[in-house]
């Protein structure tokens, strides 16, 4: 009967194919792409800095989850005029010359890379309002160590408090510093951040987002100020942020108030690499001596003995190895 389906017809129906492109393991080259800078991230979306303008950009689907943050040099595709609703397509993150990572806690085994392609992190830290945290201090300086940054330690408010006390504590490990007061100038400052590209840390309320508004008018950093009953400061940046020093003398990048410095991903023998004079006096260490002051037989407390190096260096080394393994927190 006309309009019936029979069991024959059923075994010999062609269901019709999709058609599929055949998969390859060729990319585009993408010739036409043009190197940039990412200046912030948010939410998934890029602003890069591409020929003196901002460049809004999304990652490309081949690169996956490889991740993509400020600092970083990338190739770019699309529309990189940077008119409004223009969208540009990051296709390559180029090599990175140094990586700032860290951890959430000593316990986390996921790195997080705050910023990439440094040469200098400068740890901000008041000397009052609020009080310095030495052991935050030490964590971020092992930080630098790691990546191969350059550490320099940035103490404000120096109207409220000595710096004497705190810079003595640094001294032995040859860190360069340079002190700022309210309202103060800031030249020095911008001569060691002259033709560099530096990252800014500190917990909140030590004074960072007014350097940069100090150092680039244009920023407009939003300022916070400090609880006066926990004396810790109130969170005002939400992301890292890049920006030109003006004269085109190099970039500073502005990163959220921290409040931990995890460092699981920093081994004891990378940190003494940054230590030239005390990795040499290691090489009859011990198979597996981790140089702490616990460690039987260690080159460093032979060294002392002999009166090859200062106790101080020493100590001020072993301090912030202890800090690197999650030793009590001493600081006030």
Request: proline share 7%.
């Amino acid at each position: 009967m006309s309009g019936r389906y029979h069991e024959h017809d059923i075994e010999h129906y062609d269901r019709p194919r999709r058609r599929t492109r055949p998969r390859t393991k060729d990319r585009p080259a993408h010739e036409d792409a043009v190197d940039a800078v990412v200046v912030t991230v948010d939410r998934g979306r890029f602003t890069l800095r591409y020929d003196g303008r901002k460049v809004m950009a999304m990652k490309s689907r081949p690169l996956g989850r490889k991740g993509v943050v400020v600092g970083d040099s990338v190739r770019v595709v699309g529309d990189v005029s940077g008119a409004d609703g223009s969208l540009a397509r990051i296709v390559e993150v180029n090599e990175r010359s140094t990586t700032l990572r860290r951890t959430a806690d000593d316990d986390d085994p996921v790195e997080r890379v705050i910023v990439s392609n440094a040469s200098q992190l400068v740890v901000v830290a008041a000397l009052a309002d609020p009080e310095p945290r030495p052991r935050l201090i030490d964590r971020a300086l092992v930080a630098a160590y790691d990546a191969g940054m350059q550490p320099i330690l940035c103490l404000t408010k120096s109207d409220l408090a000595d710096p004497e006390t705190l810079l003595s504590t640094y001294r032995s490990l040859g860190v360069p510093w340079v002190v700022t007061q309210r309202g103060g100038d800031v030249e020095p400052v911008r001569q060691v951040l002259a033709g560099k590209t530096s990252v800014l840390v500190g917990h909140s309320g030590v004074g960072k987002s007014t350097l940069v508004n100090a150092l680039v008018p244009t920023a407009q950093r939003e300022v916070g100020v400090v609880n006066s009953v926990t004396g810790r400061g109130r969170h005002t940046s939400t992301s890292a942020y890049m920006l030109p020093l003006p004269g085109d003398d190099g970039w500073i990048i502005d990163t959220p108030g921290i409040r931990s410095f995890g460092l699981a991903h920093v081994q004891p023998e990378n940190l003494i690499e940054a230590f030239p004079d005390l990795d040499e006096m290691t090489e009859d260490c011990p198979r597996g001596c981790t140089h702490g002051e616990d460690e039987p037989e260690c080159g460093l407390d032979v060294a002392m003995t002999d009166g090859e190096v200062d106790p101080e260096r020493v100590e001020s080394f072993r301090r912030l190895l202890a800090s690197r393994e999650g030793a009590p927190d001493q600081s006030p």
